[in-house]
């Protein structure tokens, strides 16, 4: 019964164990007590481990979770993978996993290691930006494979190679001096959480089948359809409705590529939690209302097909909001990012 309970429950119950992990590391954290994590560690890694060609091949593995690394990845996936909705979903998991590191770091606030960084990082410390994001990532990239690939060769040898890179990450992140093993281990924990939930929405969106469904009853799966049609339906009628206005509206192509440029010099610049998160409000406010701009332009041609000066009033102002929307971003824009350039 309990191992029964158990293989029907085991992605929550590691969902739960990973929270209680990070609650109990964070208890010392706010006390800004030293973890005897970190102090073992730190005896074996910096003190034992360090080498010259070591530090070499640290470096090299700790830009493999770089923001450039990543957003080449991810544009990658948007042009040449034919299913659109993959490379949606690897954007948006790296533009959620980033915004909520900044935002966990920002609300915890602890110093980063002093005194052994063999690299120059700013910022807070706890959750470690690298490890979160990259077992966030590239674990959701191991995911698409796994879910996608059926040549088994190239399946297990690809996701063997990303499994074995996310550790090797978080340990560079360490052995650079930069994190402490309780900001990797945390990261890895919040990530690992995240990705229970975010690939059970986008199993959704992606339309992946089982290899269990095969074994159900058709009694089973018809029961099990009908309770996630309408969840399935209403991502997919939603992401549908993204698609069609990225093929007719050329506004919205310019409104992503402004967002593209804006958080490449996010990264450069290394703007602060707070800045992160006005950016994205503005990114979701601007291409929320381009889309209802787009919404009430179609409605309007579908009930006036002919000229009506009511119906070119609608359009106008719903238009002007877009415009106004993106002119205040700007402003916000250039107050965030003038002073960054200019010193």
């Known amino acids: 019964m309990l191992k029964r309970i158990i293989e029907k429950n085991y992605k ?20 800004n007590e030293q973890l005897t994590l970190d102090i ?13 060609p070591l530090t070499v091949i640290m470096k090299v593995i700790t830009n493999l979770s770089s923001a450039y690394i990543l957003i080449v990845i ?20 790296l533009v959620i996993i980033t915004a909520l590191n900044q935002l966990l770091k920002y609300i915890i606030q ?9 690299i120059a990082e700013s910022g807070y410390s706890f959750p470690s930006g690298h490890s979160m994001v990259s077992m966030a990532f590239y674990g959701f990239i191991i995911y698409l494979i796994w879910k996608m690939i059926k040549n088994k060769k190239i399946k297990y040898i690809s ?27 945390g990261g890895f924990a919040i990530s690992m959480a995240y990705l229970l939930v975010f690939t059970n929405i986008t199993k959704f969106i992606l339309q992946f089948k089982k290899e269990k469904m095969k074994m159900l009853d058709k009694r089973k799966i018809v029961k099990l359809k009908k309770k996630r049609k309408k969840i399935k339906n209403s991502f997919k009628y939603a992401f549908e409705g993204i698609g069609e206005a990225w093929k007719t ?25 707070m800045e992160w998160i006005i950016c994205l409000l503005l990114f979701a406010i601007v291409i929320s209302l381009e ?6 332009e179609t409605t309007v041609d579908i009930a006036m097909p002919d000229i009506n000066e009511k119906a070119k ?19 916000i824009g250039l107050i965030i990012f003038l002073p960054k350039i200019f010193n």
């Open 12 to 31: 929550w119950i590691v969902f739960f164990l990973c929270i209680i992990i990070v609650l109990i590391m964070l208890e010392d954290v706010f006390k």
């Open 40 to 52: 073992l560690v730190y005896k074996l890694v910096i003190i034992n481990l360090r080498s010259e």
């Open 74 to 93: 991810t544009l990658g996936t948007l042009i040449f993978i034919k299913n659109k909705k993959v490379g949606l979903c690897v954007a948006s998991n």
């Open 110 to 118: 602890r110093p980063r290691p002093e005194g052994y960084r063999l």
């Open 159 to 185: 996701c063997g190679i990303f499994g074995l890179l996310i550790p090797m990450i978080g340990f560079s992140r360490i052995y650079l001096g930069v994190h402490y093993a309780s900001d990797v281990i």
């Open 249 to 273: 509206e050329q506004n919205l192509k310019i409104h992503f590529a402004i967002m593209i440029l804006v958080i490449i010099a996010g990264c450069i610049f290394r703007i602060s939690a």
């Open 291 to 296: 889309l209802v701009n787009t919404a009430i």
């Open 313 to 331: 009033y609608a359009k106008d102002i719903s238009a002007g909001a877009v415009l106004f929307s993106a002119i205040i971003s700007v402003i």
